[in-house]
């Protein structure tokens, strides 16, 4: 291991209920056409809706808004069957009657709307979305391998799919079997992967996993000592047949990498040879494709270059994971391809996803002025917003736009569950600071068909659910709080993988909107590269205590001393935190004062270690 630890339903088509209409917005005050969905009969006095900003300029739009939202109930309700959107084959809904756009605001956005979609196509076609990495975006071709721009891609991604679910089959069926387990057959998964590595298999998992899969998963998702130790105790005698997968897309991702080598270390300490029992997901001739290729694991999987790791649900990463758990994963490409379409129309109120966009751009002035509080009243749903919050957050928190200009662009979001967050910060939501708008997630079917009983007469426990989001809703938007509202009939593979799709492609068409790269995180990189300097600062001062503590007799060292011998004065406060950690861990000791008192201490290291004196 020396090479890597010396580096850090059948398909269907779409409903489309406003077909007829010919653009999204007229450049004339809009005037409110019958629109085809299944409330479509019932009969509606004229719609009326927000007032608009009071600047005609484009600035104006994100000057926020001056007037009251809308309030009188016939108008609210008719602005409600108006927007109404809903996908029948995906049974998915989208309410954006509670955010108070109005119609000049529309008719001023449809313009940079157009513009969204024309950059949404090119991007499909194979255009560099991520210019400052000269990279395609093609997350968009895993579940549509027909778009994309060339054979050879199309190729790799239908072997790769066929590859995933035979080895899934192969791994269930006990055609592969740990070679030292009593029980002849995998029974667990430890996935070791960070960020968009492990958020989306964990959301999927806790989603989509039947109650007894056939093979349960863990997580290794921190450099967390205390977090690893805790996870591979958990399994225990089982660890003999868990199955590993590693998950990076360089090889190389410190989090991943330690991981590993905490886990390769317990598979020695039991006797276990890991190499039988290990599954790499990375791109080809990393650091980690060649370890796996060079120690034999027994398979390994290819992450794609043209996909970031924020958007690899739909690829190996996603998929291995779910395939092993019995989740039907040709499903949710099959949801997500059905999105995907659904999200290709160039008319706004057909196009759920513009429908997002243009709601967060307006809620949030454009400028991310207000947070995005995602609530499912769901408890399977409960990692969505974690998922979302990278989604959202590492795509669209950017300091420049594509022009170099200074923008510190982004939309905060975090979440909690319904109806847990009724007592937990609806309180703060419907009263206090007003900096959010809410995004409901709703799931109409309760329980499995014929699984429902009543607790009273009448009324179910999902009753309660539906009624605590409901006055909840209903309550927030007494109070001025906007809200969007996304209905899903059940939560199955097609419908999850809807709405990771329905997301993906929002975030994508916000991105132009504000014009930005969606697809880097140099923040990300910024502080992978702080943190390389924090440890190699952190080896200079073991190698000056190291010296004073061969000394006869030792010499404790202040920290001004350590920072002086270090040659950097200036990061004496860093210098203290090492040494606060290494003295809580053992690995130093305080001869005198405290850490409390950072300049009384004077420290050593207890032992001297004559090789990496003369090293």
């Known amino acids: 291991m020396a090479s890597i630890s010396s580096t850090f339903s059948p398909s269907s088509t779409l409903l489309r209920p406003r077909r007829h209409r010919a653009a999204a917005f007229s450049a004339s005050p809009l005037r409110r056409l019958q629109p085809i969905h299944s409330i479509a009969d019932i009969s509606r006095s004229s719609s009326s809706s927000a007032p608009s900003p009071s600047s005609s300029t484009n600035s104006s739009l994100k000057s926020g808004k001056t007037s009251p939202i809308e309030k009188d109930p016939v108008r609210l309700w008719n602005r ?35 513009e969204a979609f024309k950059a949404m196509r090119e991007l499909e076609k194979g255009a560099i979305a991520n ?39 192969a791994i269930i069926s006990a055609k592969i079997k740990p ?35 056939p093979l349960k998963i863990r997580f290794i998702d921190n450099t967390d000592p205390a977090g690893i130790d805790h996870q591979i105790a958990q399994l225990g005698p089982e660890l003999a047949s868990t199955l590993v997968i590693v998950i990076s897309k360089s090889g190389g991702t410190p989090e991943t990498r330690n991981g590993l080598l905490e886990v390769q270390k317990a598979f020695r300490d039991a006797g276990l040879e890991f190499s039988k029992q290990g599954v790499a997901i990375t791109q080809e001739n990393s650091l980690l494709d060649n370890t796996a290729r060079i120690e034999g694991w027994i398979a390994r999987f290819p992450m794609f270059d043209w996909v970031g790791g924020r958007t690899s649900e739909m ?118 600071v007003h900096n959010f708008f809410v995004t409901f997630i709703e799931v109409l079917r309760d329980r499995p068909p014929g699984h429902d009983w009543e607790l009273e007469p009448g009324v179910t426990c999902g009753d309660y659910l539906f009624g605590m989001l409901q006055g909840t809703r209903s309550a927030l938007y007494s109070n001025n709080r906007e809200s969007i509202t996304v209905t899903v009939q059940e939560v199955n593979p097609r419908s999850v993988g809807a709405m990771i799709a329905l997301y993906e492609r929002a975030i994508g068409i916000y991105a132009s909107l504000v014009n930005i790269n969606a697809y880097h995180q140099p923040g990300v990189e910024a502080g992978k590269k702080a943190a390389g300097e924090v440890l ?19 010499e404790p060292l202040t920290l001004e001393a350590i920072a002086d011998r270090c040659h950097e004065p200036g990061q004496i406060e860093m210098i203290y935190k090492i040494i606060q950690h290494m003295a809580a861990n053992d690995r130093a000791l305080i001869a005198e004062g405290s850490c409390g008192s950072p300049r009384s201490i004077k420290v050593f290291l207890g032992e001297c270690n004559i090789d990496d004196l003369y090293a």
Not at 180 to 186: L, T
Request: aromatic share 8%.
């Open 80 to 114: 409600y069957v108006d927007w109404l959107y809903q996908h029948k084959d995906l049974g998915l809904f989208l309410d954006v009657s509670r955010i108070g756009f109005s119609d000049e605001f529309l008719e001023k956005m449809e313009p940079k709307m157009q």
């Open 131 to 169: 210019p400052d990495e000269s990279r395609m975006v093609g997350h968009y071709w895993l579940r549509s391998p027909h778009l994309a721009p060339n054979t050879y891609l199309k190729d790799q991604i239908d072997r790769t799919l066929d590859k995933i679910c035979e080895f899934a089959e």
């Open 179 to 213: 070679p030292a387990s009593p029980s002849g057959r995998f029974t667990q998964i430890l996935s070791v992967g960070i960020g968009g590595s492990a958020l989306g298999p964990q959301f999927v998992a806790e989603a989509l996993a039947p109650d007894n899969p």
């Open 315 to 432: 690829s190996a990463v996603g998929l291995l994971p779910a395939a092993l758990q019995g989740i039907d994963i040709r499903e949710m490409l099959a949801g997500a391809a059905l999105m995907d379409e659904a999200t290709r129309s160039t008319v706004v109120r057909e196009n759920p996803a513009a429908l997002l966009a243009m709601c967060w751009y307006w809620a949030s002035g454009g400028v991310g002025s207000k947070d995005m509080v995602v609530l499912p009243y769901k408890d399977s749903l409960l990692l969505f917003s974690r998922y979302l919050q990278q989604l959202v957050m590492e795509s669209l928190g950017k300091e420049f736009d594509l022009d170099g200009n200074l923008v510190n662009q982004g939309i905060s979001v975090y979440g909690n569950k319904g109806s847990t967050d009724q007592h937990a910060y609806i309180q703060q939501l419907r009263d206090g």
């Open 536 to 554: 190699a600062l952190q080896k200079r001062v073991l190698a000056v205590l190291n010296e004073a503590s061969c000394k006869q007799p030792v």
